[in-house]
């Protein structure tokens, strides 16, 4: 099969929908002849002129209301925020409308909008361009949440999200745009709401989002050289969630270690533990449960410091350790 | 023909007259609506326009069926002009199954997407770049509609007011942005916290025509909203409208109005814009006093009978909790 980038799956994924349908378009800052800040958008204004991608001003908030009130009328916009720190700006527009405005209505009218960003550490952007902040979003009903690992997800995921009738928090990561993967040129869609087992194994279930998939994978090589034998479960959506999978996982295995990069506090992972916790699983548990998550500071500048601020793939490699030979 | 009055083309007489009778409509609803809160018998918050009747249905007026409002948690004088029906709104207020939002919503939350009410909002500036947004569909679609954005003088301190204009000027959409400056944001005066002396006066910031109109005169409100709202559907995109009003009670619930003074309230409550438009009518031979008298009275019972179906509109049950969350 065909290799291409996390990168060009997103800017495929969109431009095929774009081709078929009239009402998508995509808004966002220097989007343009720029491209975007990553380039995912590199010569689609070239291709569908500047009223279906629109170049905006910096202005977040505004972005996001009018791809709420597009939506409400019948379009089906793309945002593309710059950072997903950035979303700070527009969480108004995302939080307390898009999310809510059709429960509000008493189920009149829909919000088909889908909010593209990348989130993540390791591009030395520092505290304010580095952040993963899923876990918000997660918190809010009316939301779905999308994090992408690969290219081949990246790409059936997002189309899912744009033929998708609810707003959709679509969380790209910097440091994947450039991995390649097997991607089919014809369009396709992944089911929202489908882990997928990245690695069968029998000893430990590693839940891993984003970046932490990778680390997650590598770890596991690593570790089955030692006769340990990882199972890495992609959550890919958070909400919906696919609990179903990862409980199966966990009751097959005994073991759990949940890994991602947002700060440990309040991160995702305490959701896929209580899920554990309250289900039929939680009998079949060999050890304690870990959590690796980033620790509770800003991303910091400095190489060395921000790499030691995320779990890397030795933290994985001693926390399998600890709960396979607890 | 009418004497000494200018209206647009597409207002006959009867409309006018209609006018007259929906601003009573709008006043008796949030009067009665009033009287509940008092009694306990509507719960959560609610915002009442009393006062600020002109400013709703004279813009409103100038619109065509197929244009769309933005309101604001003040917002039931829009939605009464929108033409949405006074039963489903107090239904509403009332928490019941036959409300607009099947008692999910509440005072705030009115929408009313058939007759292109796009909704109130419980957040200040939060409907104006959802407007921007809708006249965006307008002109990518060619669709021919105008949006009608309603915002008070306080949400012209949100980012967002400013955000949005800026982006409706610049692609040239067809949105017209009307502030109902009713002189305060809750306790804030206007003059406290703004230090333009017209909220107006911001349009220059944004490349589009800023107009102040009297907030109490609905004929002077229909025809500037007429001219922008035709300005803006030839695609020569936005203007700001800010009409000066006041509104006669206190922001919600447990408004003592320490910040205001009595007689200040006494000033607004003379220059009433119902019975102004009223005597205009009578003067121009459109209807007498009489006449006046029973669309009052029938604006009146129209409230009356919107109780009765409130009441008698069933509670949702707990099932329905969950749903409409997803589409």
Known sequence: MREITYLEAIREAMSQEMRQNEDIFILGEDIGVYGGAFGVTRGMIEEFGPERVRNTPISESAIAGAAVGAALTGMRPIIELQFSDFITIAMDQIVNQAAKLRYMNGGKGKVPLVLRTPSGSGTGAAAQHSQSLEAWLVHIPGLRVIQPSNAYDAKGLLKAAMDDDNPVIFYEHKLLYKTKGDVPEESYSIPIGKADVKRKGKDVTIVATAMMVHKALEAAEELAKEGIDVEVVDPRTLVPLDEETIIQSVKKTGRLIVAHEAVKRGGFGGEIVSVIAESEAFDYLDAPIKRLGGLPVPIPYNPHLEKATVPQVADIIEAVKETVHF | MLKTIKVP???TEEKLVSLYKEMWLIRYFDEKVDQFFAKGMIHGTTHLCVGQEPSAAGAIAALKDIDKITSTHRGHGHCISKGANVNGMMAELFG??????????????????????????????????????????SKMKKEGYVVLCFFGDGASNEGSFHESLNLASIWDLPVVFICENNQYGMSGSVKEMTRVENIADR????????????GLDAIEIMNTVYDAVERARQGHG????????????????????KYRTREEEEEWRK??????????LIEEGIFTEEKAKQLQEEAKQEVEDAVKFAENSPQPSIESLLEDVYA
């Open chain 2, 96 to 137: 019941r199954v036959d409300g607009y939002c099947k008692g999910k919503g509440g005072s705030i939350h009115i929408a009313d997407l058939e007759k292109g009410n796009l909704g109130a909002n419980g957040i200040v500036g939060g409907g104006i770049p959802i407007a921007v947004g809708a006249a965006l569909t």
């Open chain 2, 9 to 11: 083309s597409h207002i």
């Open chain 2, 238 to 257: 936005p203007t700001l409208i800010e009409a000066k009003t006041y509104r006669w009670k206190g922001h919600s619930k447990s408004d003592a109005k």
């Open chain 2, 203 to 214: 349009a220059v910031s944004y490349g589009m025509p800023g107009k102040v109109v009297d």
């Open chain 2, 271 to 280: 220059k009433d814009g119902i019975k102004r438009f009223r005597d205009l």
